[in-house]
């Protein structure tokens, strides 16, 4: 699963700020004789000071949609789902974004092409606090959503109105398909709220001053490459304290093409998983990085209390993950957000999602400062600077096909778990890599590599955590320490028995939610922060196994550099980048991991 963002594909600024005078009602209360009364603050700057903080309104205007559907001959199916997945979303802001200053009476009279109803384009305008805009149009044929802006506060800048451009060739018959576009429309909303480059011009401070545009965006240089990084306030002290770098500089933004010069996303080499990334996976989590750029705008309170401590791709990695090659002499000091064995079975950082090692030989030399092993065609994940990353498989009926929570897996291993299988809110599930020798069918007796979804619960009292087997016998368990290591089992099952070991992660890089929660909109909906346990890395009194996987200590990848054969054609989809087509003698397949294995393996040995 993953979707392509569309801020470069559409032209933004400059912005164009209201001229009508805003105002804000508030209710004040008389201590004498408990009454209130309601007032019109006309002072905007004493709207801010007097304002109580409150959850942001949001209005969608659907004229434009309604109408297209009319006019472009669109399904009722398309305009309903389109209408449902905006109003949730536009409901898990409501739930977790408040407004410092609030504009109210916004009067949109152009935005884009949208036929604005009258409401909104009459002297009084429209009592809320964002006004959006949907728009069917196809702006690429790779793009499902892109979004631009319509209006800003003139005092502090804040974005006021906008709209975004909808794909009518959205595929709303996969399974999960409302959590895919809830989180696609949550990105581009992003982008409209808070997360581009003309809206950091806007930044302000509590005296309506702007913070200026040097003092949230630098430049960083890595192996002779210049990177722009946010090193706004807020941003840096979570940044920090998250990957435990005291002269952390910054947070690098996204250098490839896409999006770049709007300075839209995080890059992927330092914050995979992250939703505003610019082409996101299975693991769609908000990290704290994320939360705190919101504060440093000046118009929202902070959001730290909803990002439930799921994100954690280099969290206390130290400064060296964010200043050195992800690979250095053909070897990771960071196993638990890269890998080295190309296509094997991996789990992602967050331990959330199963997916393989995306590391191959695609045949093209790669950029010099790219090139990290001694075959300078063997390479990563383009977005993550070629990094060797995990990256999840999809399915051509289901988004998140390898995601623990949303999916139902492909299980193979009866012991395997999913999300309904949780009986109690402390019981959770997540990725784990295990090793295991079937009893009654493996005659070889070989240890053969996996990644399953296992049911897991966290001690905090005694900084361990047990991992379930069996999601219908308790009794069926492993017990993982705080360090974290391989510990062995014996699956006992007397009609399939097996014998193997499982891979536990260090306990902080697992147990980091105060209340559990599996997603970024369930810790949304249960405002769910990251446990005071691990607010900072002083919690590590111990040391940790930072390999975090089966011997990923150096390269081994098929006995020596993976290398398409050349009756294979080896090919990612652009729309899916992980979705893998191995094409042999003609025939195209959408392979698993096993099954590209086997195909590889065969082959080299003909």
């Not at 959006?132 to 974005?159: H, M, Q, W, Y």
């Amino acid at each position: 699963m993953s979707f392509k963002c569309g801020l470069n594909k559409v032209t933004n600024g400059p912005l164009v700020f209201t001229e009508q005078f805003n105002y804000l009602e508030i209710t004040v209360k008389n201590n004498t004789d408990n009454t209130t009364k309601t007032i019109i603050q006309t002072d905007p700057k004493l709207n801010y000071n007097a304002a109580k903080l409150r959850f942001i309104d949001i209005t969608v205007d659907y004229t434009t949609i309604r109408n297209q559907t009319k006019t472009l001959n669109l399904s009722s199916e398309l305009l309903n789902n389109t209408e449902y997945l905006l109003n949730e979303t536009t409901k898990y802001f409501k739930l977790m974004l408040r407004l410092k200053y609030a504009s109210r009476g916004i009067q949109v009279s152009k935005c884009n092409n949208a036929i604005i109803s009258p409401n909104i384009t009459n002297s009084s305008g429209l009592q809320t606090d964002y006004i959006l805009f949907p728009i069917f149009e196809e702006v690429d044929e790779t793009i499902e959503v892109a979004s631009g802006f319509c209006l800003n506060d003139k005092l502090t800048g804040r974005p006021l109105a906008g709209y975004i451009k909808i794909n009518p060739k959205l595929m709303i018959f996969k399974k999960n398909w409302e959590e895919y576009f809830n989180i696609m429309f949550i990105h581009q909303m992003t982008h409209l709220l808070v997360f581009h480059r003309l809206l950091f011009e806007q930044f302000m401070d509590s005296s309506f001053n702007k913070i200026g545009i040097n003092n949230i965006i630098g430049t960083k240089a890595l192996d002779g490459v210049q990177k722009y990084i946010i090193k706004s306030p807020n941003v840096l002290n979570v940044a920090r304290d998250y990957y435990n770098c005291s002269t952390a500089e910054g947070i690098e933004l996204e250098n490839s093409e896409d999006g770049y010069l709007n300075h839209g996303h995080w890059e992927s080499r330092t914050m995979l998983g992250e939703y505003m990334i610019s082409e996101t996976s299975d693991d769609i989590l908000m990290s704290e990085m994320t939360a705190a750029l919101f504060k440093d705008s000046g118009w929202y309170a902070s959001v730290l209390s909803f990002t439930g401590g799921l994100f954690r791709f280099g969290k206390y990695q130290g400064c060296r993950f964010l200043n050195e090659n992800c690979i250095q002499k053909q070897k990771t000091p960071f196993g638990n957000d890269y890998c080295l064995n190309g296509f094997e079975p991996t789990c992602s950082s967050s331990r959330l999602s199963k997916g393989i090692c995306y590391l191959a030989d695609f045949g093209v030399i790669v950029e010099p400062q790219y090139q990290y092993f001694n075959n300078y065609m063997l390479t990563g994940y383009k977005l993550a600077d070629y990094c060797p990353i995990s990256k999840a498989l999809t399915g051509d009926s289901v988004y998140f096909k390898e995601n623990c929570y949303y999916s139902d897996f492909q299980r193979i291993f009866d012991f395997e778990s999913s999300s309904t299988d949780i009986k109690t809110s402390a019981v959770i599930s997540g990725c784990f890599q295990t090793k295991i020798f079937d009893q009654l069918k493996n005659i070889n007796k070989e240890m053969n590599l996996y990644s399953n979804c296992l049911n897991f619960e966290c001690d905090y009292e005694a900084y361990n955590y047990t991992i379930y087997l069996n999601r219908n016998d308790t009794n069926q368990t492993v017990n993982c320490t705080k360090e974290g290591g391989e510990v062995t089992f014996d699956f006992k099952d007397t009609a399939n028995p097996k014998k193997g070991s499982i891979y536990c992660v260090d306990f902080w890089q697992i147990c980091t939610a105060s209340t559990p929660c599996s997603t970024m909109l369930d810790c949304w909906k249960k405002k769910i922060r990251e446990g005071y346990y691990v607010s900072n890395f002083n919690n590590y009194t111990y040391i940790p196994n930072i390999t975090q996987s089966f011997d990923n200590s150096g390269l081994k990848i098929f006995e020596g550099n993976l290398t398409i054969p050349d009756n294979i054609d080896f090919d990612i989809n652009l729309l899916n980048p992980q979705q893998i087509f191995v094409t042999v003698k003609g025939e195209i397949l959408l392979t698993n991991i096993l099954l590209l294995a086997m195909i590889m393996t065969l082959l080299m040995l003909l």
